[in-house]
């Protein structure tokens, strides 16, 4: 089978929820991925940010293949000797009490969000039913029912109704507005430290400290969603670390696992996550002993390979690089780490087309936005090869 072979197998088989760029992938080794016609591409998504460790890393490897030796699954209505160590691991990492492990970011999202909610009632005193949530327009959190239900995108809600009430929009950036549209009733305010989805949009600096200070004022929960954020993307543990501000509650996912297997997490402290009470939450598959001894190894591995600095290190000359590039299609190169975003003038879809023509792999977001997350292994070689193809694309002269 060649490369038209099985897309026309999605197309007929898989429901059109996704538009893909077209190239097949069998292989994938560090930051570069084969298709099946043996065709070499420098991945510059990472899978949304959860392969950051590069693709089937060999550590992250030996550790699922030794745990899928001995057990794999046990359910929570056991005690299992992976979780323990993994919970006990992100804990002392990212400088939080506890953890709820579960296996989507959705799914972590829904759970900070049900906390939130908990605290309101038992700690707040918020009136029972009562309590608001205050999320960012151009937010995106997942696709379930709750979390579409405080989405800015009219596509993700269209026809999905009845929504889940309590939810109320701010503009992204904007601290007033948040202060603003506090009231009594509010439990949380959740909030990306940088826009993934929305388009990498990197908000005005100080805006998380006031954020942080306004949530602290008004006994408000300050989730962030760490998700496609954390674990090293913008060359810190957490972006929110760029800001010096402690969340209340953290959800992270993605490259919890190195992309082996989804594995996510909320953390947060006692205060907080200790409401939950045996039967209130829970997941067959989460905390499980094969995506534990997978989420060790991958956050082992951001440690010990030393992924922060090299994110930082790296995405600062990448995004020089891609700044320098003259072009009258991109009106802003911005980021942090290697998460950056090119907003061009014109759709990005068309670029990211040619861009894997050239063996560069990315996607467009936000229509306009072309996204650069490459695995943060990656070497200022590789960051060369890839700029030789990027910088005629986008270079004026070039369509
Ligand atoms: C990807 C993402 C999610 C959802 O994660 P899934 O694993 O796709 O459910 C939530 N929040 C942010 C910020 C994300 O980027």
Redesign the pocket.
Known sequence: MNSQDYMKLDDQYAAHTYHPIEVVIERGEGVWVYDVDGKRYLDCLSA???VNQGHCNPRIMQAAIEQMKRVTLTSRAFYNDQMGPFLKQLCELTGYEMAVPM???????ETALKIARKWGYQVKGVPDNEAEIIACEG??????TT?ISFSSEEQYKADFGPLTPGFKLVPYGDADALAAAITPNTVAFIV?PI???GGVNVPPAGYLKRVAEICAANNVLFIA?????GLGRTGTLLCSDHDGVRPDIV?L??ALSGGYY?V?AVVADASILGLFRPGDHGSTFGGNPLGSAVARAALDVLIDEKLLDRSRELGEYFMGRLRRIESDIIKEVRGKGLLIGVELTVEARPYCDALRDAGVLCKDTHGTVARFAPPLVISKDEIDWAMERIEPIFSNGHR
């Open positions: 949304y940010s959860a296996n989507t970011g959705a799914e972590a999202v937010n995106f959190a997942g696709r379930t979390i990306e826009q993934g989805e969603d760490e998700i496609q954020t959800t996912g993605k989804p996510s």
